[in-house]
């Protein structure tokens, strides 16, 4: 992955799916495990839920600008020409969450600072 200029500040607090806004590490810490059957990764540790994370990351499926359908698990879907059910996926926004977490690591760093350590 190679950003270009799409690295962003968030010192004025991360937008989360509720609305909220909050800091870069209780951004971070919000995110869930996505408990939703069969959801694990090609690796096969769980996922974590996109649905939880920051608006500027969580990037809905969708197709032509529009969300896709979502099936009773809240699992997006297309249908094909032949009306053939194509699963698809949600995403997340990388650029946004290191952006993210580079702020979260910095608000570490300052308040070790401001203990001593």
Known sequence: M???GCLGV??????MPNGEIVSDLEAL???E???RPNKKTVYG????????MPKAVYKIAECDGKPLPRDE????????EKGKK???????ELSALVSIMIGAIKEIDGRLEKAGI
């Open 29 to 31: 810490k919000s995110i």
């Open 33 to 35: 495990v996505d408990t």
């Open 2 to 4: 190679t950003d270009r």
């Open 45 to 52: 540790v769980p996922i974590f839920d996109y649905r939880t």
């Open 73 to 80: 698990n809240d699992e997006p879907y297309n249908i094909d």
């Open 10 to 15: 968030f010192d004025k607090g991360v937008e």
């Open 86 to 92: 194509i699963k698809a996926e949600d995403g997340a």
